[in-house]
């Protein structure tokens, strides 16, 4: 049973800067993806950031230029640097995560994490 859990959620003041961690366990095979999502009051859960087993990433265009993805595969844990905030960053934030096994591929969401950008 794969598990992802978070830490790094908080408030942050304007302009400030907060990091993520999710590290994944139970995993036999390597994630293939992993990556961050967000979800506002009242809004659609969006993708805020993915990187891949081989580097890849990939950033909503609300974000670039402000945060940073990266991930230790040794660790199966992935990181959000998240600089310059702003409030509308405001929301919760999930760790997400893809592995394949026999060619099927499977989705892990982690409990989420609140991040609170207000002065």
């Known amino acids: 049973q794969v598990q992802l859990v978070e830490s790094g959620g908080g408030l942050v003041q304007p302009g400030g800067s907060l990091r993520l961690s999710c590290a994944a366990s139970?995993?036999?095979?390597?994630?293939?993806?992993m990556g961050w999502y967000r979800q506002a009051p009242g809004k659609q859960r969006e993708l805020v950031a993915s990187?891949?087993?081989?580097?890849?990433?990939n950033y909503a265009d609300s974000v670039k230029g402000r945060f940073t993805i990266s991930r230790d595969e040794a660790k199966n844990t992935v990181y959000l640097q998240m600089n310059s905030l702003k409030p509308e960053d405001t929301a919760v934030y999930y760790c997400?995560?893809?592995?394949?096994?026999?060619?099927?591929?499977?989705?892990?969401w982690g409990q989420g994490t609140q991040v609170t950008v207000s002065s």
């Open positions: 997400h995560c893809t592995v394949v096994v026999a060619g099927r591929e499977y989705d892990y």
């Open positions: 139970g995993v036999i095979f390597s994630p293939n993806t």
């Open positions: 990187i891949t087993s081989g580097g890849s990433t």
